[in-house]
């Protein structure tokens, strides 16, 4: 179970970085809206990580979320906000997500 709120941690993170790239292309009351959604997801990212690394190893936790965000970070600016895409940027991306497999697998 806290290997899902692992992952769910993750994709808030990914929530709160696109929020904010979102707020730097609005104004008014839409760009707080953005900064009112970069707070909240920032804010269970935050609880999520602190609840499964309770069980997971600090260090594993930390990892998984960090290349969680930062795959699913690229995956939002290559399908949504129009990010380039190269064979080397993919290649490395799955290099990433084969080390956070290759860390679940080595977790007992």
Request: one cysteine or more; proline letters at 2%.
């Amino acid at each position: 179970m806290n290997w899902f709120i692992l992952i769910l941690a993750g994709c808030f993170e990914v929530g709160f970085t696109s929020c904010l790239v979102k707020a730097e292309q609005t104004t008014g009351l839409t760009m707080w809206l953005w900064y009112g959604g970069f707070a909240a997801s920032l804010t269970f990212s935050m609880l999520f990580l602190i609840i499964a690394s309770k069980t997971i190893p600090m260090g594993t936790a930390y990892a998984v979320f960090a290349g969680v965000g930062a795959v699913g970070t690229v995956l939002m600016g290559i399908f949504i906000f129009k990010d380039p895409v190269s064979f080397w940027r993919l290649f490395f991306i799955g290099t990433l997500v084969a080390s956070i497999i290759g860390l679940k697998l080595l977790d007992k």
